[in-house]
Each structure stands twice: as structure tokens, then as C-alpha cells.
């Protein structure tokens, strides 16, 4: 796979009876850092303001809850979901004080999850750093991830918005059941892709469709449109998650050292995980699949040997070349449903941020 910035397909207003859509056009290349930058720099002081507001949040007189929950809140990333709430808002013409409250909540829920997941799947790296519960401990680690969904209940119910409420209950509940799909299914290489949509539309992209649309508090005309543009970044985004955790250590890494997505290398192919990659990879190569079954047999995890053999395997296949165009396709249809939003820079920067999402760090 080629390490240049790929072209992207950006869409450009155009005049169609009075109403301005959007055509596709090639543009020249921009890196992922520069299209992520442009939308970071639109709403810079309002990220500003949800970042105190996450602070706020966090905060507790039991000290270390902070502490285990800031080790994974504050090691960097790009604050991708309080990033799309802000845009949609701004897109949409929505200035009340409560935005940054979602942007801060989207973000605070991603860190109950990262915080669970790395317990439950034993993952040593989060954000390319130590996981908290290597620090602190599984029990502190669940239980800090556990006050932050708390407290993101309590920050959306504190706004006195009901739809915001009820979508909260609701994205959340679907959270928990691709969690528990996503568990149930670890060491069956049988799963599809039907099964791993589903999965993903749950543990990931309802999350990301809350933020963009801003918990269903932008002007109703916009609501399902944006939830649509978040549905299928969600997608996209753990598609190419998926895609970077099959790639191989970079050179030079020892045993166990993060990779490119910040986690282990390998690390769903170890837990018995059949992410869209491997599914893929196993649909094309019938005696891998059956080596990954007999690996699974006994039940997750894999041998570290066997992943470092198998994850070449999975390359050959041309598995990841296919995900990611799944991947693209998801993109073009999230920049579809952004077609009824007024132009606006912002509206262009949700543009931007779709195709940063499947070209990252690729």
C-alpha cells in the first residue's frame, strides 16, 4: 500500500435550480494532518471551551478517578467526536451553551469505553502509552470508566433537553449491545459480514451519530441527515481501525511495543476478533481461514508467534485494500447526507473530516 497522501474526492458546490449541491471533484492531494487542522482551526475556541468542560467533568473529590480516567482522556488524539459535534453545530446554525456540553460528553463516553475495552480485551496500549489499568489496576480502571458514563448521563440529563436524554439512553444501550455482540462472537471465524456491520454500527458509529448530531438538538430538518454522516463515519472509522490493527509492527518493534492505531499490533487477531480484514482475508484464503480456526479451537488468545505469522497472510490476501474501499464508500455516503446543510465552510470541514477519517494514518 502506497505511504503518499492519496488524492480525495472533494465535493464542490454547485448551482442545480437555485440549490447548491454537491459534485465530486479531484483536487489536489491534502495530507490527512492539513484537512484535520482546517476543521480544528473553524471551531478552535469552542473546542477550547469543551475541553474545559471534559476537565470539569472529570473532576471528584476521590482523586484518582481524575487521574485513571485523565491518563486516557488527555494522551492526545484528535477529538474527533466533540470536532463533529462542533462543525454540525456551527453548520447548522445551533449557538446555545449546551454543544459544548455534548462535545464534552462524546468524548467522556469514548473514555468509559476505551477504559472498559482495555480491560476486557487485555490490551497493554491505549494512545501509544501504557493502558491505565496497567497503572492502576482492571478493578480502577472499570470503575473510573463506569463514573464516567455517570457522569455523561448527568452532564445530557443537567441540560433539561429531553430528545438529548432520550437519544443518550438510547445510543448508549446500542453501545452496550455491540460490546456484548462483539464478545459473544470473539473465536467464532464463522462471523460474516452482515454480523461485523452490526457490531460496528452499535459499539462504534452510534456514538459518533450522537455527536454529529449534536445529541438531536440541531433544527429538525438536519437531525437524520447528520446522524446518517455520523452512522457512516462510525463505520469508516473502525473499518480502518481494523485495517491498522492487522498491519505489522513497524520495523524495529519489539514484542510488545503500540503500532500505528497506539495498540498492541495484532491485537484483534490475538483476542479472536473477526474484524472486516480478517473476514476478508479468510473469504479469499480458505487455508488461512481454516489455520484461524484451528488456532481458536481452544479459545482466544492466539500465541504472539502465530499472530506475527498470520498477520503477513492477511496482507497478501489484498484483504486491506478491500476494507478500505469499503471504508471510502462509507465516506461517500456520509458526504451525501450532508447535501441539505446551507454551504458553509463548516459544512465543508465535515467534508474534510470524513476523509481524514478513512485516510489516516495510511
Known amino acids: 500500500m502506497s505511504e503518499s497522501a492519496p488524492e480525495l474526492s472533494f465535493p464542490t458546490p454547485l448551482e442545480s435550480e437555485g440549490v447548491r449541491e454537491f459534485r465530486p471533484s479531484i483536487v489536489p492531494p491534502l495530507s490527512p494532518t492539513v484537512l484535520i487542522e482546517q476543521a480544528l482551526r473553524l471551531v478552535a475556541d469552542d473546542l477550547a471551551a469543551s475541553e474545559q468542560r471534559l476537565a470539569e467533568l472529570l473532576a471528584s473529590e476521590i482523586t484518582v478517578i481524575p487521574a485513571v480516567a485523565g491518563h486516557v482522556t488527555f494522551a492526545g488524539g484528535k477529538r474527533l467526536r466533540p470536532l463533529l459535534t462542533l462543525l454540525a453545530a456551527e453548520a447548522t446554525g445551533l449557538r446555545e451553551p449546551e454543544r459544548l456540553t455534548i462535545a464534552a ?26 493502558a491505565a489499568r496497567m497503572g492502576y489496576g482492571n478493578g480502577m480502571a472499570v470503575l473510573a470508566g463506569d463514573y464516567c458514563l455517570a457522569r455523561s448521563l448527568q452532564a445530557v440529563a443537567c441540560t433539561g433537553h429531553d430528545v438529548a436524554v432520550r437519544s443518550l439512553a438510547d445510543t448508549v444501550t446500542r453501545m452496550a449491545e455491540g460490546e456484548v455482540a462483539q464478545l459473544d462472537a470473539a473465536g467464532r471465524v464463522c462471523l460474516d459480514r452482515a454480523s461485523y456491520a452490526r457490531v460496528v454500527e452499535r459499539k462504534t ?55 500505528e492505531s497506539g495498540k498492541d499490533p495484532g491485537q484483534d487477531l490475538r ?30 488468545p492466539v500465541e504472539a508467534a502465530a499472530v506475527a505469522r498470520l498477520l503477513p497472510r492477511v496482507q497478501e490476501t489484498g484483504a486491506v485494500e478491500r476494507a478500505l474501499a469499503v ?36
Open 105 to 130: 460528553v462524546g468524548e467522556l463516553l469514548h473514555t468509559a469505553t476505551l477504559l472498559h475495552d482495555d480491560v476486557i480485551d487485555e490490551g497493554q496500549f491505549r494512545r501509544g502509552r501504557p
Open 205 to 259: 458509529a452510534a456514538l459518533i451519530a450522537w455527536c454529529a448530531s449534536v445529541a438531536g438538538l440541531v433544527p429538525t430538518p438536519f437531525v437524520e441527515p447528520l446522524r446518517r454522516y455520523g452512522h457512516r463515519i462510525g463505520h469508516a472509522f473502525q473499518i480502518v481501525d481494523d485495517v491498522l490493527d492487522v498491519r505489522p509492527a513497524p520495523a524495529g518493534a519489539g514484542e510488545h511495543r503500540p503500532g
Open 271 to 300: 483476542e479472536g476478533k473477526m474484524t472486516l480484514p480478517i473476514i476478508l482475508a479468510c473469504e479469499a484464503d480458505l487455508a488461512l481461514c481454516r489455520e484461524l480456526e484451528a488456532l481458536l479451537e481452544a479459545g482466544p
Open 327 to 362: 471504508a471510502r464508500e462509507h465516506v461517500e455516503q456520509a458526504v451525501a447526507a450532508l447535501r441539505v446543510l446551507p454551504p458553509s465552510p463548516a459544512r465543508e470541514a465535515l467534508v474534510g473530516a470524513a476523509h481524514y477519517v478513512v485516510h489516516r494514518s495510511l
